[in-house]
């Protein structure tokens, strides 16, 4: 709602001298990192607990110095190669439960070695069932987090890599639905819906800003769109050229008027 009331005020403020295009149709702000953050979420929700212990495990061995020190002897004791700390996730940003997982599951073995060391205080030691089903989620968000990382790129330009990228989590949703973890199939048909809602809003103007990228253009648009549903791509790309027309006529018109006489 925030961004809806922004956008509000920054289109009356553009009217005012006359610098909206089109009358705001393609004047749209939408933060994919952000969708993507409430479409994992969902996700998220669904699966509960399911890799609650992973969690409350990582959370026990940051809860102390002592506890700390001994979990270093576990990992030396287990052989573990050590590429970065473990970390505690929180729940306003998706991305560091997979970042949680990922160190965690790098860890496994310390953790079967802190069952033996600590055996009278740590009670909260992850199953062989909870760690493969840890994996597998990490598995099924890596997509996920490659994408956020790669949309909230500051030195380059990303507009025009949200079509393609945001086509891929579609792809990867629908390849899911029939996955062989029921914890996986259980969390894709919560996160298709909200998928499909932002999809649906932003995939034109998202589309436009792929064509103007001379590495896509019009190609990457027809191949994505055909391998979503080919009876429906004909009739969107037309739309979409008819779009871009629309968008150049309209710049057109206006430097025109713009320029001396």
């Known amino acids: 709602t925030s961004n809806d009331s922004m956008q509000d005020i920054v ?15 393609f004047f749209l702000v939408r933060c994919a990192a952000h969708i993507l953050n409430l479409i994992v979420q969902d996700g998220l929700k669904v699966i509960g607990d399911s890799f609650q212990k992973v969690r409350d495990s990582v959370k026990y061995v940051l809860g102390s110095e002592t506890r700390e020190q001994l979990f270093q002897k576990c990992v030396d004791a287990a052989g573990v190669v050590e590429s970065g700390w473990l970390i505690l996730d929180v729940s306003t940003r998706w991305n560091s ?8 599951l790098k860890y496994r073995k310390a953790f079967v070695k802190l069952e033996t060391f600590d055996k009278k205080n740590y009670k909260t030691a992850p199953t062989a069932e909870v760690w493969t089903r840890a994996a597998d989620i990490w598995d099924f968000f890596g997509p996920f987090a490659v994408i956020t990382s790669l949309m909230s790129g500051s030195n380059y330009p990303t507009a025009n890599l949200y079509f393609y990228q945001v086509w891929l989590i579609h792809d990867w949703l629908r390849r899911n639905e029939e996955s062989a973890d029921e914890i996986v199939r259980y969390m894709v048909p919560p996160m298709k819906e909200k998928f499909d809602k932002y999809w649906d809003e932003v995939s034109g103007v998202f589309a436009m800003a792929a064509v103007f ?4 253009k019009l190609s990457i648009v027809e191949c994505c769109l055909g391998k979503l549903d080919m009876s429906t791509r004909d ?6 050229r008819e779009k871009l027309s629309i968008l150049f006529e309209t710049y057109d018109k206006k430097s025109k008027n713009n320029s001396p006489s």
Not at 213 to 216: A, I, L, Q, V
Request: proline share 3%; glycine share 6%; with cysteine.
């Open 213 to 216: 990228d001379p590495r896509f």
């Open 97 to 104: 439960t997979y970042y949680m997982l990922e160190r965690a």
């Open 11 to 25: 289109k009356s403020q553009l009217n005012l001298n006359d610098d909206l295009l089109c009358g705001g149709e």
């Open 235 to 240: 009739a969107k790309v037309k739309n979409l």
